[in-house]
């Protein structure tokens, strides 16, 4: 499988932006999406993660009010609609498979394949 992230752009403070990943191949359902962002000279953190069924999710504390994560498995596709963006949202943003079927993780060396990231810029 091979993931293609899409959506990011500049916006402005206060703006809302909807990321997309999908998937060139099938995405089983029992596998485990993530989101993750990386900003200029600092590591890769989670964002926001979706088990296979949909029912389990997880949200970095920073983002939970703001950021909602779903998907569509008819469409091979992971969603991360983004409100109320402020400057610190600003970041390459990264979404990525999880193959092990157990529940989500936060730990981006867990995932298995990653997508090639979406830049998202948030001006004040």
């Known amino acids: 499988v091979q993931l293609q992230a899409s959506g990011g752009g500049p916006v402005q403070s206060g703006g809302s932006l909807r990321l997309s990943c999908e998937a060139s191949?099938?995405?089983?359902?029992?596998?485990?999406v993530g989101w993750f962002r990386q900003a200029p000279g600092l590591e890769r953190d989670f964002v926001a993660a979706?088990?296979?069924?949909?029912?389990?999710?997880d949200y970095l504390d920073a983002v939970k009010d703001r950021f909602t994560i779903s998907r569509d498995s008819a469409k091979n596709t992971v969603f991360l609609d983004m409100r109320s963006l402020n400057p610190e949202d600003t970041a390459i943003y990264y979404c990525?498979?999880?193959?092990?079927?157990?529940?989500?993780?936060?730990?981006?060396?867990?995932?298995?394949?990653w997508g090639q990231g979406t830049l998202v810029t948030v001006s004040s």
């Open positions: 979706i088990s296979g069924s949909g029912k389990t999710i």
């Open positions: 191949g099938r995405l089983p359902s029992r596998y485990g």
């Open positions: 990525a498979v999880d193959f092990q079927p157990l529940g989500i993780r936060r730990d981006p060396t867990a995932y298995n394949v």
